[in-house]
């Protein structure tokens, strides 16, 4: 938990590996354990990493959203989102579906449609707060 809280304040690179982590907590086994001890060596190892955000004179919004099929043993979907104003990512989410698909295909359209709400909303904010974006 305290892996979920570093990833939200300063390390959302970490973010992929604590989403699976984090579903797993109540019941760990040892690939679980395995892969604690893998995320722990990489913050280990980039530990004197920073990240940079810059935006550029574009004035483009870059979301990226992506869901994967059958990849928890409850066979939910995984969804990943990500948002970029330049380089470097300003928003990013990672999260276990509570809604099963059929197909791949089905899991991508399903989450587009959850997320277009929200990624709307931000537009609007931006523009709201006197910002021009494409």
């Given at each position: 938990m305290k892996g979920m809280l570093l990833c939200k304040i300063g390390r959302p690179d970490i973010q992929p590996a604590i989403a699976p982590l984090s579903t797993i907590v109540?019941?760990?086994?040892?690939?679980?354990y395995s892969k604690l001890i893998r995320l722990l060596n990489y913050l280990e190892d980039t530990a004197d990493e920073v990240l940079l955000l810059e935006a550029d004179n574009t004035q483009t919004i870059c979301w990226y959203v992506d869901a994967e099929f059958a990849v928890h043993k409850e066979i939910k979907?995984?969804?990943?989102?990500?948002?970029?104003?330049?380089?470097?990512v300003v928003i990013s989410f990672s999260t276990k579906q509570k809604v099963n698909a059929c197909s791949s295909t089905e899991a991508e359209l399903?989450?587009?449609?959850?997320?277009?709400a929200?990624?709307?909303w931000i537009k609007n904010f931006i523009k709201w707060q006197g910002f021009e974006m494409n």
């Amino acid at each position: 938990m305290k892996g979920m809280l570093l990833c939200k304040i300063g390390r959302p690179d970490i973010q992929p590996a604590i989403a699976p982590l984090s579903t797993i907590v109540r019941e760990p086994n040892e690939n679980a354990y395995s892969k604690l001890i893998r995320l722990l060596n990489y913050l280990e190892d980039t530990a004197d990493e920073v990240l940079l955000l810059e935006a550029d004179n574009t004035q483009t919004i870059c979301w990226y959203v992506d869901a994967e099929f059958a990849v928890h043993k409850e066979i939910k979907r995984h969804t990943g989102e990500v948002m970029t104003i330049g380089s470097g990512v300003v928003i990013s989410f990672s999260t276990k579906q509570k809604v099963n698909a059929c197909s791949s295909t089905e899991a991508e359209l399903v989450e587009v449609y959850d997320r277009i709400a929200k990624i709307l909303w931000i537009k609007n904010f931006i523009k709201w707060q006197g910002f021009e974006m494409n």
